[in-house]
């Protein structure tokens, strides 16, 4: 089994600074994506919880897309709120982006390092792809 790392170079975060990290890695056809925040250029887009959860979906799923994977293979999202009472805003944006066939999730609501509303990853699976 080969492992492949997307984004390797490194993304830009809050600052300029920039990422140790991998943004996705691909094993055994698996995709996991690091977490995304409503960030463009390094910099977070400011909205309310509804926009900035359209944008960190949105993040992810340009990183699926050049992986080669679709909203389709999602199996399981990782959510974090910074407060409760996004929840039903956040679940509007979920039901929006994945529609009739959702994947499972966990959502909590925690402090986030970067300043915003949400954090999302998503771990992707295709069979033709181990």
């Not at 389709?72 to 039903?88: G, I, K, P, Q, W």
């Given at each position: 089994m080969s492992i492949?790392?997307?984004g390797v170079e490194g993304g830009?975060?809050?600052g300029g600074q920039k990422l140790p990290f991998a943004r996705a890695v691909e094993a055994g056809g698996w995709l996991y994506v690091s977490g995304q925040t409503p960030m463009r250029d390094g910099e977070v887009v400011e909205g309310g919880i509804v926009e900035q959860t359209r944008l960190a979906f949105d993040n992810c799923l340009t990183i699926m897309r050049e992986a080669g994977y679709g909203v389709e293979d999602v199996v399981h999202v990782t959510a974090v709120l910074t407060d409760a009472r996004y929840f039903s805003s956040f679940n509007k944006v979920f039901r929006d982006v994945f529609g009739d066939n959702p994947?499972?999730?966990i959502c909590s609501v925690q402090d986030l390092v970067v300043d915003c509303k949400v954090?999302?990853?998503?771990?992707c699976f295709r069979r033709d792809r181990t």
């Amino acid at each position: 089994m080969s492992i492949t790392r997307y984004g390797v170079e490194g993304g830009v975060g809050t600052g300029g600074q920039k990422l140790p990290f991998a943004r996705a890695v691909e094993a055994g056809g698996w995709l996991y994506v690091s977490g995304q925040t409503p960030m463009r250029d390094g910099e977070v887009v400011e909205g309310g919880i509804v926009e900035q959860t359209r944008l960190a979906f949105d993040n992810c799923l340009t990183i699926m897309r050049e992986a080669g994977y679709g909203v389709e293979d999602v199996v399981h999202v990782t959510a974090v709120l910074t407060d409760a009472r996004y929840f039903s805003s956040f679940n509007k944006v979920f039901r929006d982006v994945f529609g009739d066939n959702p994947p499972a999730r966990i959502c909590s609501v925690q402090d986030l390092v970067v300043d915003c509303k949400v954090e999302v990853d998503v771990k992707c699976f295709r069979r033709d792809r181990t």
